[in-house]
């Protein structure tokens, strides 16, 4: 099975403008609500690709149960932690550039995080637990490598779409995947990246610390995937960008899906690859039918 686990999930309201005037009357000419967060939106995407998952963390108030509403309307099991604030908004508006405005997370207490690590105590060496995106206010980085800790003793495959501190926080526990973009990985190693062959250096370095698989996401430049045995290059194929949010969630989930029946790395990056840009020329998440037809744009070149 899959887990996914948003331990800051959201309502994502997508407000569209003609042209956003500040300190005047704005009027939308779209606006629209999806169950948010980057767990949720791995969750949302496997449901389209034809898996099955279930979705954990942390939910309250108003907006929680709109998102459970959201998700078993959508057919995907969830097994969320209550909490006492509201989940929060997250402002993305779309005028000529897209701004986003994210809202501040709930509280979450001492017994949250044990009830926690009981959910994920129950999986197996079988399972997936994917763990993705911010912390709530005053959880500390190290909650996430608590639950990397205990998934390494348990042997259950970690994906972890995190950065910063709390991506270094887990990289001992050797999770089985890390995805950060670019300038995600200088920031790990105080540096600015210009150059693909930077990307490789850096990334086999993040290889060091301890994860089996690194993918590095370049925008539409393209991506890589590095591990013991091989360095991937992928291109994204050409397409209007009309959607950023989720696209790097959609990479995980194709990855995840791909690997779990196929157990082959490549064909898994490929087809992370081809979810992701599916995302991103699309007004919402992808669509299997969406990611098909994208497939044979994509060529995977070993490179090292």
Same mark, same amino acid.
């Given at each position: ?22 300190? =005047? ?17 791995? =969750?949302?995407?496997?449901? =389209?690709?034809?898996e ?10 108003? +907006? %929680? ?9 959508? %057919? ?7 909490v006492?604030?509201? +989940? ?6 779309? #005028?000529?550039?897209? +701004?986003?405005?994210?809202? $501040?997370? !709930?509280?979450? =207490? ?9 959910? $994920? #105590?129950?999986?197996? #060496? ?6 993705a ?7 500390? !980085?190290? @909650?996430? %490598? ?12 970690l $994906? ?30 105080n /540096?600015?990246? #210009? ?12 290889l060091?610390? %301890? ?18 045995? /091989?360095? &991937? @290059? ?20 194709? @990855?995840? &899906?791909?690997?779990?029946?196929q157990s ?13 840009s ?12 969406? /990611? ?13």
């Amino acid at each position: 099975m899959i887990y996914t686990c948003t331990l800051n999930p959201s309502i994502d309201y997508l407000v569209g403008l003609e042209d956003m005037k500040f300190g =005047s009357l704005n009027r939308a000419n779209k606006t629209a609500f999806y169950a948010g967060g980057k767990g949720i939106n791995v =969750s949302r995407v496997l449901k =389209s690709l034809g898996e099955t998952s279930t979705a954990l963390g942390y939910i309250g108030g108003f +907006t %929680g149960a709109f998102i459970q509403d959201q998700l078993e309307q959508a %057919g995907i099991l969830q097994d969320f932690i209550k909490v006492t604030d509201p +989940t929060r908004i997250n402002i993305k508006l779309k #005028s000529g550039i897209e +701004t986003e405005i994210n809202g $501040i997370g !709930p509280m979450i =207490s001492e017994e949250q995080k044990y009830e926690l690590f009981e959910k $994920i #105590s129950a999986l197996t #060496s079988e399972d997936f637990l994917i763990l993705a995106g911010s912390l709530p206010p005053a959880v500390s !980085p190290e @909650f996430y %490598g608590a639950i990397a800790k205990l998934c390494f003793e348990k042997k259950i495959r970690l $994906i972890a779409d995190t950065s910063g501190e709390a991506l270094e926080a887990i990289l001992q526990y050797e999770p089985f995947l890390v995805k950060p973009n670019e300038h995600e990985l200088g920031e790990l190693f105080n /540096v600015e990246i #210009s150059s693909i062959e930077e990307v490789v250096f850096y990334g086999r370095k993040l290889l060091e610390k %301890g994860p089996i698989n690194v993918i590095v996401s370049l925008g539409s430049k393209g991506a890589l995937l590095i591990n013991k045995d /091989v360095v &991937a @290059f992928a291109n994204v194929p050409k397409g209007e960008l009309k959607n950023s949010v989720g696209a790097g969630d959609s990479v995980v989930a194709g @990855f995840v &899906a791909s690997y779990k029946k196929q157990s082959e790395y490549l064909e898994a990056f490929k087809y992370g690859i081809a979810c992701g840009s599916a995302t991103a020329f699309s007004l919402d998440l992808c669509d299997k039918d969406s /990611v098909r037809k994208l497939l044979p744009e994509i060529e995977v070149k070993t490179i090292g």
